[in-house]
């Protein structure tokens, strides 16, 4: 076998010359060559196998008559292989020599080539399947490009139909309202069941319609405000809106979408999440806050009067017996608790009315410090709010005898003389609290 040097350019091809005879072999070897062609030749039938297996050629010219294996069972075997059955095969044959033609074309050959050889027919039919080669192997590539595409299609088909079958599921069982409509016009595409649930209309009453049609939104407004925003934005969070039901309750829910085309057309994917509940949540807390600390703000003025009073109140008693005016007073539950501080001039310890010996009576200081300040009362006008005030009272009736008080200020007040007689004509003021309790004896102290 041999191979001849000869340029293989792009128009040209790999040729495999197979003929047992070698003047038969060297004149289309130098035909081919001089044209162009890249020529290998073959004399036996085995050699030219292993040549094609070695380096498939373009095209075969295959002498039909040799010794071993003939042209008839070289292209059978050639025909067999897939990796070179789809080499042409053109046969050489003798005009003498007998030759089945339709077993040639049976066997796979392309064309056939009639000794003595004509040289611008081998030329001719050389080139028509070189040719012909290359049309079919740029078809094939072609088909194979076509069916990884129909195939990436396919891939991409299924792909697409499983996420809208899963988009669809969760769609449908989406616990928030979900809507699809036109951007233009707000027209409805399709809704979910929790849309039909907030809204109260059915699938068949909404799809087809808008939303200014269903008259979903309170504020028309809102709906060209929400357009606005997502023409310049393919998507949106969440923005609160108040929407009308198809029974004309008003919710507030906070809408999300996105932009998508969908069919060539600009649509809007909504999410509505119902907000209504929490709003009125929000709303109550903000009035009990708003009561809290207005009570607070009440009861800490209440409590400051009461302490200035208190203590003003003491101050007076106290300052009746001489006391200094240092001194500490509160209310704790229905306990009243004073302390005295000792005489400013160190020498009186106590009034003598209520010293007994060397050692002072608190019990009895106590009585009498309030029996000396009984123009100044405590009065509950309204619940947890006390105040002090002085009025000029009537005399009161006396318990232990029931003698009459002097009716010298105006109208009867309250009957808190006791049982023994009719209380006073006390002023215009308010009703005098219940006898203040009595207070619990403190330890006795040294004469000061």
């Known amino acids: 076998m041999t191979k001849d040097k000869g340029p293989r350019t792009k128009d040209k091809g790999y040729i495999l010359v197979v003929d047992d005879q070698p003047d038969n072999l060297l004149l289309l070897s130098s035909l081919l060559t001089e044209e162009g062609y890249q020529v290998r030749r073959s004399l036996h039938g085995e050699d030219a196998l292993a040549a094609v297996s070695a380096d498939p050629p373009d095209l075969i010219l295959l002498d039909i008559m040799m010794p071993g294996l003939d042209g008839y069972e070289v292209c059978k075997r050639l025909k067999a292989d897939e990796l070179t059955r789809e080499i042409p095969v053109i046969f050489l044959s003798a005009l003498g020599q007998a030759f089945n033609k339709v077993k040639a074309f049976a066997l796979g050959a392309a064309?056939?080539?009639?000794?003595?050889?004509?040289?611008?027919?081998?030329?001719?039919?050389?080139?028509?399947?070189?040719?012909?080669?290359?049309?079919?192997?740029?078809?094939?590539?072609?088909?194979?490009?076509?069916?990884?595409?129909?195939?990436?299609?396919?891939?991409?088909?299924?792909?697409?139909?499983?996420l809208e079958e899963k988009f669809y599921k969760v769609f449908r069982s989406s616990p928030n309202a979900i809507a699809i409509a036109t951007l233009s016009e707000g027209r409805l595409l399709e809704v979910n069941d929790s849309f039909c649930r907030l809204m109260g209309y059915s699938r068949t009453e909404a799809i087809g319609k808008t939303s200014l049609e269903l008259n979903l939104w309170v504020n028309p407004q809102n709906r060209a405000q929400f357009r606005q925003l997502l023409d310049r934005s393919s998507s949106l969070g969440e923005l609160e809106f108040d929407f009308r039901t198809k029974t004309g309750k008003i919710i507030t829910g906070l809408i999300s979408a996105e932009r998508h085309d969908i069919d060539g057309q600009q649509c809007a994917i909504s999410i509505i999440k119902d907000i209504t509940d929490r709003k009125h949540i929000e709303t109550s807390l903000q009035k009990q806050e708003t009561a809290l600390r207005a009570i607070c703000e009440v009861a800490a003025e209440s409590h400051l009067r009461l302490e200035t009073r208190l203590q003003k109140l003491l101050a007076i008693g106290l300052e009746r017996f001489g006391m200094e005016t240092g001194i500490i007073g509160r209310i704790q539950g229905t306990t009243w608790e004073v302390i005295a501080t000792r005489n400013h001039n160190h020498h009186q310890s106590a009034p003598s009315q209520i010293q007994t010996g060397n050692i002072i009576d608190w019990t009895e200081l106590n009585s009498a410090l309030f029996s000396e300040t009984t123009p100044i009362y405590l009065q509950a006008e309204t619940p947890g709010r006390w105040h002090a005030s002085l009025q000029e009272p009537g005399r009161r009736g006396d318990r232990e005898t029931g003698r009459r008080g002097d009716g010298e200020t105006g109208r009867r007040g309250d009957g808190v003389g006791g049982e023994g007689g009719e209380g006073g004509e006390g002023g215009e003021g308010g009703r005098l609290l219940p006898t203040l309790p009595t207070l619990p004896t403190l330890p006795t102290l040294p004469t000061l």
């Open 111 to 162: 064309d056939y080539i009639s000794k003595p050889f004509q040289l611008d027919e081998v030329l001719v039919r050389v080139e028509h399947q070189l040719k012909i080669r290359h049309l079919t192997d740029s078809l094939k590539e072609q088909n194979a490009q076509l069916e990884r595409a129909l195939a990436e299609r396919d891939r991409a088909e299924a792909a697409r139909l499983g």
